[in-house]
Nanobody, 121 residues
């Protein structure tokens, strides 16, 4: 089945940076498009960014364009989310998941524990 484990979250001041990691184990995800999602308190989970299996194509939510960068290292089965110029509204639990190549929607409704990102003003 495989498992995805998110890490790298923390508390940071507005304007700061964090790099999140999504490590896959149990199976390779090298042929899957991968995405990052987030869920703030009292809100629905939302799309943040996605990357194609080759890494050649990326997509971002308008709210993070120009500030966040998604990348992947196929050799170690890991996907990253570099977050710069963080804002208090970026505060959320961040999750990664396998996504469909065409729509970047999550393939499964199964989610890991996520990693908490808190941005103070």
């Amino acid at each position: 089945q495989g498992q995805l484990v998110e890490s790298g979250g923390g508390l940071v001041q507005a304007g700061g940076s964090l790099r999140l990691s999504c490590a896959a184990s149990g199976r390779t995800f090298s042929r899957n498009a991968m995405g990052w999602f987030r869920q703030a308190p009292g809100k629905e989970r939302e799309f943040v960014a996605a990357i194609s299996w080759s890494g050649g194509s990326t997509s971002y939510a308008d709210s993070v364009k120009g500030r966040f960068t998604i990348s992947r290292d196929v050799a170690i089965n890991t996907v990253y989310l570099q977050m710069n110029s963080l804002k208090p509204e970026d505060t959320a639990v961040y999750y990664c998941n396998v996504v469909y190549h065409s729509s970047y929607r999550p393939v499964t409704d199964s989610w890991g524990q996520g990693t908490q990102v808190t941005v103070s003003s």
